[in-house]
Every structure is written in C-alpha cells, then in structure tokens.
C-alpha cells in the first residue's frame, strides 16, 4: 500500500530521490516535520492554552503520519542500498529489539507530557545519528509504544491514512485543489470516525464512505 501510494504521489522514480517532475524526495525530513507537529499536539506553550489537554487523535494521526514515512524511507533504502524486497524488510523488522513489546497491549500512560515531548525529540535525534533505516524503525516501534499505539492501532489507523491520502490525492490535493474541512470537520477526522464506527471496514468500502461524505462538503 505505502508503494501504491507513493508511485500515485510522485511517480514510480521516487525510490530513486525524486519525483516525476524532479523534485527531491527527502523522507527524513518528512519524518522530522511530522514529529514537530506531533509535539505541537502538547499544550507545550508556556504563554498560551496552559491548562489544555493534548489533542490525543491528533497525535495518533501524527505518529501514523511519520510511520508513512519511516516505511517509505525503510523501502528505498532496501531497494537502493541493500538489494533487498519486502519479504527481506519484514524479516529484519520483526528481529528489532523493540518490535516484540510493539506486539503487545500497551500500558496505561501516566507521564506527564514534558516527558512525552522528551521522548519524540529523543526520536527526532535518532534522524541526525544514525543513518541505518533499522535503527529509525525500531525508535519509531518504540515512541509509538510509548504513546498508546501497538501494532494493532497502527495498522487500523494506517489503513485509514493511507485510504485518505490516496483519496486526497485523487481529489486534487496536490493541485491545491482538494477541500480539507469537510463542513467544520477536518477530514483526518472525519476518517478517524468511520474507523471506530466500522472498525472492520475493508480499504476499498472505506474510500466509498469518504466520497461519499466528500459529495456532501459545501463548496464556496
């Protein structure tokens, strides 16, 4: 699916570094600016909102976000560097240390969110340390962990980003085109909402909900 949707995004030369109109591909800064935005889910401001609580779908919808990226750069860096196929990158993946515990219910949380900021920033480090994709893959497992999200979540909440972000695609997105409140309602949202209300939903019903509540969007 991360393949589909980066050939639908940029062509299939993206895993050479850039798109079909020759313009950079850099995952890992991808992955870095998700992160930033994953913090400012925090009331982290100390002159602004300082008794606001996180914006918990958000910063799921944020780590799924960067998980789109980490995958993205983990297949070029197989196919480019290592020779490898997927059915190599899955092995390798299920031998990191943290993926085990990343299979497992996750615990209650009760650090308090300075912490939390603490360790996506430790994350954010591991893009400028290590150059292994293995090493960024096993942070991510990790920080997902931490922040409430076992494999389970993330592959529920992955289906449905990658869903809608080929949706946004085929609607314009790139184009500047595509309307991203749905009637007030972000369609991130609006996504997250069909999930729990038909947490079995198949990807191919999935897409057929969101056109049609994307019929129903108010146009100016």
């Not at 069909?194 to 947490?199: A, H």
């Amino acid at each position: 699916m991360q393949q589909s949707l980066n050939d639908a995004t940029g062509g299939e030369v993206w895993i050479q570094g850039f798109t079909d109109k020759g313009k950079p591909v850099n995952w890992r800064r991808c992955i870095y600016m998700e992160a930033a935005e994953l913090i400012d889910s925090y009331p982290w401001k100390h002159w602004k909102n300082i008794d606001a609580q996180p914006d918990w779908d958000n910063i799921k919808i944020e780590v799924v976000d960067i998980w789109h990226f980490v995958l993205s750069e983990a297949l070029r860096d197989y196919k480019i560097n290592r020779k490898g196929d997927i059915d190599k990158l899955t092995n390798d993946i299920i031998k990191l240390p943290n993926y085990q515990q990343f299979t497992e219910n996750v615990k209650p949380l009760d650090e308090d969110i300075y912490k939390q900021i603490a360790w996506v920033e430790n994350f954010i480090k591991t893009l400028f340390t290590s150059e292994d994709v293995l090493t960024l893959v096993d942070a991510f497992f990790k920080i997902a962990y931490l922040m409430q999200i076992n494999l389970d979540v993330l592959y529920r909440l992955y289906i449905g980003k990658n869903i809608l972000n080929l949706f946004r695609q085929d609607h314009g997105y790139k184009e500047g085109k595509y309307i991203k409140q749905w009637n007030g309602v972000e369609d991130n949202v609006m996504m997250q909402d069909i999930l729990e209300k038909q947490p079995d939903v198949t990807p191919e019903k999935l897409y057929a909900l969101l056109e049609d509540a994307y019929e129903k969007v108010e146009r100016a």
